[in-house]
Protein backbone atom coordinates (compact mmCIF):
# COMPACT_ATOMS: atom_id res chain seq x y z
CA UNK A 1 0.00 0.00 0.00
CA UNK A 2 1.41 3.56 -0.42
CA UNK A 3 -0.52 6.24 2.07
CA UNK A 4 0.58 9.32 3.16
CA UNK A 5 0.15 10.84 6.66
CA UNK A 6 0.57 14.63 6.30
CA UNK A 7 1.61 15.33 10.32
CA UNK A 8 -0.34 18.97 11.44
CA UNK A 9 2.91 19.41 13.28
CA UNK A 10 3.76 21.36 10.37
CA UNK A 11 0.64 23.31 9.15
CA UNK A 12 0.10 26.74 10.49
CA UNK A 13 -1.96 26.78 13.86
CA UNK A 14 -3.29 29.93 13.19
CA UNK A 15 -5.21 28.69 10.04
CA UNK A 16 -5.46 25.05 11.08
CA UNK A 17 -9.04 24.75 9.39
CA UNK A 18 -7.72 25.68 6.10
CA UNK A 19 -5.00 23.71 6.79
CA UNK A 20 -7.38 20.84 7.25
CA UNK A 21 -9.36 21.54 4.55
CA UNK A 22 -6.85 21.33 2.03
CA UNK A 23 -5.28 17.87 3.51
CA UNK A 24 -9.37 17.12 3.06
CA UNK A 25 -9.27 17.91 -0.82
CA UNK A 26 -5.51 16.02 -1.51
CA UNK A 27 -4.91 12.73 -2.37
CA UNK A 28 -3.82 11.81 1.39
CA UNK A 29 -4.99 8.97 3.34
CA UNK A 30 -4.95 9.75 7.29
CA UNK A 31 -4.03 13.19 8.96
CA UNK A 32 -1.10 12.65 11.13
CA UNK A 33 -1.87 14.56 14.75
CA UNK A 34 1.32 14.43 17.00
CA UNK A 35 0.45 14.70 21.03
CA UNK A 36 3.86 15.92 22.87
CA UNK A 37 4.01 16.20 27.01
CA UNK A 38 7.45 18.06 27.16
CA UNK A 39 8.25 14.78 29.30
CA UNK A 40 8.50 11.99 27.06
CA UNK A 41 10.24 14.35 24.44
CA UNK A 42 11.18 17.41 25.36
CA UNK A 43 8.82 19.26 23.46
CA UNK A 44 5.06 20.06 24.04
CA UNK A 45 2.81 20.00 21.39
CA UNK A 46 -1.18 20.28 22.28
CA UNK A 47 -3.68 17.86 23.74
CA UNK A 48 -7.34 16.84 23.61
CA UNK A 49 -8.93 20.26 23.04
CA UNK A 50 -7.23 20.67 20.01
CA UNK A 51 -7.63 16.91 18.53
CA UNK A 52 -11.12 17.62 18.80
CA UNK A 53 -11.42 20.94 16.89
CA UNK A 54 -9.27 19.26 14.38
CA UNK A 55 -11.74 16.33 14.33
CA UNK A 56 -14.61 18.64 13.68
CA UNK A 57 -12.86 19.41 10.43
CA UNK A 58 -11.09 16.34 8.93
CA UNK A 59 -12.71 14.35 6.23
CA UNK A 60 -10.20 11.24 6.55
CA UNK A 61 -9.10 9.05 9.67
CA UNK A 62 -7.11 11.05 12.54
CA UNK A 63 -3.69 9.11 12.81
CA UNK A 64 -2.92 10.18 16.41
CA UNK A 65 1.04 9.74 17.61
CA UNK A 66 1.41 9.87 21.11
CA UNK A 67 4.69 11.27 22.25
CA UNK A 68 3.68 11.44 26.34
CA UNK A 69 4.53 8.72 28.94
CA UNK A 70 2.14 6.47 29.91
CA UNK A 71 -0.28 6.77 27.35
CA UNK A 72 -2.78 4.27 28.86
CA UNK A 73 -3.83 7.33 31.10
CA UNK A 74 -4.90 9.23 28.22
CA UNK A 75 -7.26 6.13 25.88
CA UNK A 76 -10.48 7.46 26.32
CA UNK A 77 -9.99 11.00 26.26
CA UNK A 78 -8.31 10.71 22.59
CA UNK A 79 -10.86 8.46 21.85
CA UNK A 80 -13.36 10.72 22.77
CA UNK A 81 -11.62 13.59 21.04
CA UNK A 82 -11.72 11.83 17.36
CA UNK A 83 -9.24 9.81 17.40
CA UNK A 84 -9.28 6.76 14.42
CA UNK A 85 -5.74 5.08 15.34
CA UNK A 86 -3.93 5.79 18.31
CA UNK A 87 -0.22 4.68 18.40
CA UNK A 88 1.79 4.70 21.36
CA UNK A 89 5.80 3.95 22.17
CA UNK A 90 6.69 0.68 23.29
CA UNK A 91 9.13 2.76 25.33
CA UNK A 92 6.37 4.92 27.33
CA UNK A 93 4.54 1.86 27.95
CA UNK A 94 5.02 -0.77 31.21
CA UNK A 95 2.32 -3.24 30.10
CA UNK A 96 1.82 -2.33 26.11
CA UNK A 97 -0.06 -5.63 25.63
CA UNK A 98 -2.70 -4.09 28.48
CA UNK A 99 -2.55 -0.48 26.87
CA UNK A 100 -2.80 -1.94 22.95
CA UNK A 101 -5.60 -3.98 24.06
CA UNK A 102 -7.42 -0.68 25.50
CA UNK A 103 -7.10 1.32 22.14
CA UNK A 104 -9.10 -1.84 20.43
CA UNK A 105 -11.58 -2.06 23.40
CA UNK A 106 -12.15 2.17 22.76
CA UNK A 107 -13.13 1.20 19.27
CA UNK A 108 -10.26 2.55 18.11
CA UNK A 109 -7.12 1.12 15.66
CA UNK A 110 -3.96 0.08 18.02
CA UNK A 111 -0.09 1.11 16.76
CA UNK A 112 2.72 0.41 18.12
CA UNK A 113 6.05 3.21 17.82
CA UNK A 114 9.66 2.69 18.08
CA UNK A 115 12.05 5.38 18.71
CA UNK A 116 15.10 4.92 15.90
CA UNK A 117 17.30 3.25 19.05
CA UNK A 118 14.64 0.51 19.49
CA UNK A 119 15.36 -2.98 17.87
CA UNK A 120 12.08 -4.07 16.00
CA UNK A 121 12.49 -7.67 17.08
CA UNK A 122 11.30 -6.76 20.58
CA UNK A 123 8.14 -6.72 18.79
CA UNK A 124 7.73 -10.11 17.93
CA UNK A 125 5.55 -11.03 20.13
CA UNK A 126 3.01 -8.06 19.24
CA UNK A 127 3.08 -7.22 16.02
CA UNK A 128 0.04 -9.92 15.56
CA UNK A 129 -2.19 -7.23 18.04
CA UNK A 130 -1.10 -4.19 15.84
CA UNK A 131 -3.19 -2.45 13.10
CA UNK A 132 -0.06 -0.72 12.57
CA UNK A 133 3.74 -0.51 13.57
CA UNK A 134 5.10 3.11 13.21
CA UNK A 135 8.90 3.46 12.72
CA UNK A 136 10.65 6.98 13.64
CA UNK A 137 13.47 7.53 11.61
CA UNK A 138 14.29 10.51 13.18
CA UNK A 139 14.18 11.24 17.63
CA UNK A 140 10.73 12.16 18.30
CA UNK A 141 9.79 15.75 19.66
CA UNK A 142 10.09 18.14 16.13
CA UNK A 143 9.08 18.78 12.78
CA UNK A 144 11.64 19.18 9.70
CA UNK A 145 15.03 16.98 10.86
CA UNK A 146 16.95 15.00 8.90
CA UNK A 147 15.99 10.73 8.12
CA UNK A 148 17.73 8.44 10.03
CA UNK A 149 19.04 5.78 7.33
CA UNK A 150 18.94 2.67 8.93
CA UNK A 151 15.29 3.23 8.94
CA UNK A 152 15.13 1.16 5.51
CA UNK A 153 16.87 -1.79 7.60
CA UNK A 154 14.33 -2.13 10.29
CA UNK A 155 11.29 -1.37 7.62
CA UNK A 156 12.76 -4.40 5.95
CA UNK A 157 13.10 -6.19 8.98
CA UNK A 158 9.99 -5.29 10.47
CA UNK A 159 8.28 -6.63 7.56
CA UNK A 160 9.83 -10.07 7.84
CA UNK A 161 8.54 -10.80 11.38
CA UNK A 162 5.24 -9.67 9.93
CA UNK A 163 5.22 -12.22 7.70
CA UNK A 164 6.89 -15.04 10.18
CA UNK A 165 4.05 -14.23 12.91
CA UNK A 166 1.18 -13.71 9.86
CA UNK A 167 0.60 -10.24 11.16
CA UNK A 168 -1.19 -8.02 9.00
CA UNK A 169 -0.18 -4.31 10.60
CA UNK A 170 0.80 -1.62 8.25
CA UNK A 171 4.14 -0.69 7.80
CA UNK A 172 4.35 3.34 8.98
CA UNK A 173 7.24 5.41 9.03
CA UNK A 174 7.57 9.31 10.56
CA UNK A 175 10.29 12.04 10.50
CA UNK A 176 12.17 13.74 7.44
CA UNK A 177 10.40 12.08 5.06
CA UNK A 178 10.84 13.43 1.53
CA UNK A 179 10.44 13.51 -2.03
CA UNK A 180 13.64 11.95 -2.22
CA UNK A 181 13.21 8.62 0.51
CA UNK A 182 9.47 7.83 -0.04
CA UNK A 183 10.04 5.62 -3.30
CA UNK A 184 12.64 3.83 -1.20
CA UNK A 185 10.62 3.12 1.78
CA UNK A 186 7.78 1.90 -0.08
CA UNK A 187 10.27 -0.36 -2.11
CA UNK A 188 11.41 -1.56 1.52
CA UNK A 189 7.69 -2.28 2.78
CA UNK A 190 6.43 0.81 4.45
CA UNK A 191 2.63 1.35 3.66
CA UNK A 192 2.02 4.69 5.26
CA UNK A 193 4.74 7.60 5.24
CA UNK A 194 4.47 10.66 7.83
CA UNK A 195 5.34 14.29 5.68
CA UNK A 196 5.08 16.81 7.86
CA UNK A 197 8.09 19.42 6.38
CA UNK A 198 8.11 18.17 2.84
CA UNK A 199 4.28 18.49 2.46
CA UNK A 200 3.56 21.86 4.35
CA UNK A 201 7.10 23.88 3.57
CA UNK A 202 6.50 23.02 -0.42
CA UNK A 203 5.09 25.84 -2.77
CA UNK A 204 2.52 23.28 -3.71
CA UNK A 205 1.44 20.72 -0.68
CA UNK A 206 -1.48 19.16 -2.60
CA UNK A 207 0.72 18.41 -5.50
CA UNK A 208 4.00 17.23 -3.59
CA UNK A 209 1.52 14.28 -1.32
CA UNK A 210 0.61 13.22 -5.29
CA UNK A 211 3.94 13.23 -6.20
CA UNK A 212 4.80 10.76 -2.67
CA UNK A 213 2.09 8.78 -3.81
CA UNK A 214 3.46 7.97 -7.11
C1 LIG B 1 8.31 14.12 15.17
C2 LIG B 1 6.88 13.87 14.79
C3 LIG B 1 6.67 13.84 13.34
C4 LIG B 1 7.01 15.13 12.65
C5 LIG B 1 7.39 14.81 11.24
O1 LIG B 1 8.47 13.96 16.52
O2 LIG B 1 6.44 12.62 15.31
O3 LIG B 1 5.38 13.39 12.99
O4 LIG B 1 5.97 16.06 12.65
O5 LIG B 1 7.80 15.96 10.61
P1 LIG B 1 8.84 15.96 9.40
O6 LIG B 1 8.19 15.21 8.28
O7 LIG B 1 9.03 17.41 9.12
O8 LIG B 1 10.10 15.28 9.88
ZN1 LIG C 1 4.55 11.74 14.47
Redo the contacts with the bound molecule.
Sequence with gaps: MKMISP?L??ADFGQLQRDIEMLNASECDWL?V?V?DGMF?P?ISFGQPVVKHIKKHARKPLDV?L?IMDPGRYVADFQAAGADILTVHYEACTHLDRVLHSIKDHGMQCGVVLNPHTPVALLEDTVALCDVVLL?S?N??????QFIDNTYNKVRQLKQICNRRNASCLIEV????NLRNAPLLYEAGADVL?????VF?SSDPMRTIHEMKQ
Design positions: SLSHDMVNHMMVPGFGGQDGGVVAGNAG
